[in-house]
């Protein structure tokens, strides 16, 4: 984390008074080259008006303290090699000698995303490669709780399940599978829908090695 700390006087508005070594490791600067200078020398030319903006909106506003996640576009640092960043920030306001001042708290959140973006490629790369194959075919954790499946397996056990499948465990899709079955009579006496069950799941799970099969 780092912290900008800016004064909101008209004659120096937004000046920064301090910036300490977290900020200096993020932005390049040193303390030296930026105390005194205004606080848009570490924000992108495109969000600077935007920034001012809102920074006037929350200034007289009853507001005390804000949060801004960086998935918003003007939530953005600028770098002294002139590289812009993703950042989230919080900014607070208060009274010092009677003037008012800022807190500008600030994360730079560049290596989170890259990875948050990764994975959601990675993640559509594998439902795309699971969807793309021609059977039944379903991902289950360690929980026997369902990650994954294609069309295809829902088609085949849960054409008729209109709600979400995703999380639900193996035993349960299987169970529900079981009352919705056509070949299902009414009124099926709940042990012999238990056996019904048990045995379709002790063929799978003897088909993964798990457990024997019955005899």
Known sequence: RTVVLAAGLPDEAHRVLLFNDGAARIFGWSADEVLGRHIEMLIPQPVRAMHRERVAAFAGGVEQERRMQGDRPSVRGLRKSGEEFELEASIAKMKVHGKDMFTVTLRDVTERRRVER????????????IESIQDAFALFDEEDRL???NSEFRQMFFSDHGGPVVGQTFEALLDERLRAAPSAPPGLPGYIRDELLSAVIDACLAERGEREPRA
């Open 147 to 149: 990650v994954l499946c």
């Open 118 to 129: 990764e994975a959601e490629i990675a993640s559509r790369r594998l439902a795309n490669a």
